[in-house]
């Protein structure tokens, strides 16, 4: 016999299956720090100098370019691997909440900020009157760790957890995880940017707590560019999120204006944040998701309507058969139209107009039970009185008669 087909499954399938789970910017990311290194590699390029993000070098030549060429640059094999073992959950993860175009701008935000946040205590350090420290000035950095601290505390505030992990080992608070991680790496590994890092965590809680907010744009600006015709290919694509039909406040994830800090200490920064953030499904309440302009419906809506319908009848059903086998039932000898009643209940047809009467239906047309389809379902086992009230529940459907009886019946 044939083993399970997932044990069978080799290296090369499972790694496919791991990939074709990375939303799209996540991958492009990947894929484009890992073919600049192996580019690099591949062309004996190592003059890491002219790439990284050195101060000295922004102030007096004004050489912005670095505060994004560093970002994609790395290293060492060890460097851009570790980076982007990082990245592939904590990007697949925020971009899944936010959107693909809303993630890359945000990175681009948190790459501007880290640098600048880098220069400005670079300038400062190297000024101080009574004790400067020049060495930041001329500490050269590079790779994507600064916007991974960044995004590690955007993600530890958004899953709203009270305690996180660290490698497994050990909890610690969650509010402390991001600080821990830039201690443990410190003291673990060398040539690590002490100041790199601590700017990518200081990004990252302003961004957490809307001080960036007015850099944010709203969902009219992710809507424009989805809509335009050169980002069509990448939209068709499978794994790329649309972003848009979120917040429409456009701030996400920022705590809420009112009392941030007991939100906080509190151990509540879920709910803090649930209003700012694009929702994943579409609620009852919300008229039209600005994903999918027009006149529309959710996806198997007309399933959920008639399940609801059903199960209408099944409880109208159960209600009837209660009261019908009920033993203080009064009325069982009354009569209507000049036929007897038996067991207190009018016959299928005219019960079935009566009800509908008396709930304003008069224009539904009630379908008449023949007293054939009623013998077939008295053939089956079921008393002729549970088959009428069943029939007039289901509205006539056979099939739904048969469901109600074997409800009732199990």
Not at 162 to 181: D, H, K
Not at 250 to 256: C, K, W
């Amino acid at each position: 016999m044939r083993s399970n087909i997932v044990t069978e499954a080799g290296l090369p399938t499972r790694i496919g299956q791991w990939w074709e789970g990375i939303p799209f910017l996540t991958s492009v990311v990947t894929i484009v720090c890992g073919a600049i290194y192996l580019l690099c590699l591949l062309a004996g390029y190592d003059s890491f100098e002219e790439v990284c993000f050195l101060p000295v070098a922004v102030v007096t030549r004004f050489q912005v370019y670095r505060i994004y060429s560093s970002v994609i640059f790395h290293g060492s094999v060890l460097h851009v691997l570790f980076n982007m073992l990082a990245f592939v959950p904590l990007g697949s993860e925020l971009e899944r909440i936010m959107g693909s175009i809303r993630l890359a701008y945000i990175t681009i935000l948190l790459a501007t900020s880290n640098a600048l946040l880098h220069l400005l205590i670079a300038v400062l350090a190297a000024h101080i009157p009574f004790y400067p420290y020049p060495h930041f000035m001329n500490e050269c950095a590079i790779g994507f760790s600064g916007i991974l601290f960044s995004m590690i505390v955007i993600e530890t505030s958004l899953s709203g957890a009270q305690y996180r992990s660290v490698f497994g080992l050990f909890n610690v608070p969650a509010q402390w995880y991001a600080w821990i991680l830039l201690v443990v790496f410190q003291l673990l590994m060398s040539n690590v940017s002490l100041l790199g890092h601590l700017c990518g965590i200081l990004s990252g809680f302003a961004y957490t707590y809307g001080l960036f907010n007015f850099l944010v744009l709203g969902p009219s600006f992710y809507s424009s560019i989805e809509s335009s015709t050169w980002l069509s290919t990448c939209i068709r694509r499978p794994k790329y999120i649309m972003c848009t039909g979120g917040s429409p406040s456009g701030y996400l994830p920022t705590y809420s204006n009112q009392n941030v800090s007991s939100g906080l200490l509190s151990g509540n920064v879920w709910r803090n944040l649930s209003s700012w953030m694009p929702q994943r499904g579409t609620s009852a309440q919300s008229a039209e998701d600005s994903r999918f302009p027009g006149t529309g419906r959710t996806l198997a809506s007309g399933r959920n309507t008639n399940a609801s319908t059903v199960n209408a009848d099944l409880g109208l059903q159960a209600r009837l058969l209660d009261s019908s086998s009920s033993p203080n039932n009064p009325s069982n000898t009354a009569v209507v139209a000049g036929r007897p009643i038996l067991d207190g209940r009018r016959p299928v047809v005219e019960n079935t107009a009566a009800a509908a009467a008396d709930t304003g239906l008069q224009g539904h047309q009630v379908p008449v039970v023949s007293d054939e389809e009623i013998q077939k379902l008295v053939a089956m086992g079921f008393e002729r009185t549970q088959v009428e009230v069943a029939l007039a529940a289901a509205d006539g459907d056979l099939n739904v008669a048969v469901e109600i009886l074997m409800s009732q019946e199990g």
